[in-house]
């Protein structure tokens, strides 16, 4: 083998090993492993439905007359004693956290709460609050039917059932909130995983009751 040839060999070698770096680099992402987002978000707020009771009639007392004597006057007893008005239905408070579940680790030491929550105007959240996890490449958070397992046989299931996409994590760190769209079912959903859709795979899960 010429010289020229060898060298552009040993060039095109260190081209492709540089190439493989990068693009593992850009795959794998490992920085992110010592890097943390945190976030902070507030509750929903607050909204009580005010509660209107029909005002109460006044009891007016029924007179009778006294038979013999027309100056004299007697309240029926029968009628002396007001009827209690009824109750009204005491309007819900909301915000309500209508599920809730802690987080267990999966990849990735994982650990928090999960609620999803109702507001007055029908609109659930899913909110997380103390969320600690690692962080990572594309993870999103989803909703699913799988059921959450401990350990690795737990990793990988997210994805064979029915799950819903509630975007990407917007942070490794805190309290934060991702908006359920109006036609989700709730009843057809168990479970809460903060997924890697890169690879495949949980960093962690919660059971939702």
Known sequence: MKKSQ????????????????????????????????FVDEALPAVS????????GQEQVPAVTETAGDDSSLMIDERSSE???????EAEPVFPITVLAGDLISHEYETTGEVKII???????VLRFEGLDTSDGPDLHVWLTDAPVLEGVPGWRVFDDGLFVD???????????NYLIPD???LDDYSSVSIWCVRFAVSFGAADLS
């Open 183 to 185: 036609e989700i079912d």
């Open 48 to 55: 009580q439905v005010e509660q209107t009771e029909e005002p």
């Open 166 to 176: 509630l975007g990407e994590l917007k942070g490794n760190q805190g309290n934060q």
């Open 82 to 88: 007001s009827e209690p008005a009824p109750e009204a």
């Open 6 to 37: 060898k060298k552009a060999m040993q060039v095109g070698i260190a081209t492709l090993s540089i190439a493989a770096v990068a693009v593992g680099a850009y795959l794998f992402q490992p920085w992110r492993l010592f890097t943390n987002t």
């Open 118 to 124: 109702e507001q007055a105007d029908g609109s659930r």
